[in-house]
């Protein structure tokens, strides 16, 4: 959920601004997450079979459990923290914004023509932005009844 306006931003667009900077942000850091905990998944998943060829030794045998056992706390955590659904949630948000934004600044679309494009930008955005909020409340949902069943 995007942050409460502080106290300096004292318009409607410095809002949206700083809301579409912080999709933007939290876009990233959900991405850069969800693609480390995947890659370091994929790397336990590869070096199960290489350790159980290695040999059949009570370590080797240790090992490949261990690994296996990896795998799945690897995928409790990106299913518990929703990187991949947030990531992509927070992405399609900030560039619905980056696009009100240009359609604003050209006067385009639903912009041409209109007498008060401020007012119409600002309920345009704040209509993306309770959009997300819904979604992610749905998805934060989802997966607490998927935890519980």
Do not use: H
């Amino acid at each position: 959920m995007p942050p409460p306006p502080s106290p300096k931003q004292t318009t409607p667009f410095d809002r949206i601004t700083s809301q579409s900077k912080w999709y933007g942000d939290k876009s990233q850091k959900n991405r850069t997450v969800y693609v480390r905990l995947k890659g370091l998944q994929i790397v336990l998943a590869a070096a199960i079979p290489v350790v159980s060829v290695a040999a059949a030794s009570d370590p080797q045998r240790w090992t490949s459990a261990g690994l296996g056992a990896l795998i799945g706390i690897v995928e409790g955590f990106l299913q518990l923290g929703q990187y991949q659904q947030n990531w992509l949630l927070y992405r399609a948000t900030r560039e619905a914004l980056k696009r009100e934004e240009f359609l604003y600044g050209a006067g385009a679309g639903p912009y041409a023509g209109v007498a008060s494009k401020d007012d119409l930008y600002i309920e345009r955005c704040d209509a993306i932005m309770s959009g997300e909020n819904a979604k992610w409340l749905a998805t934060q949902q989802k997966a607490a009844s998927e935890k519980k069943s």
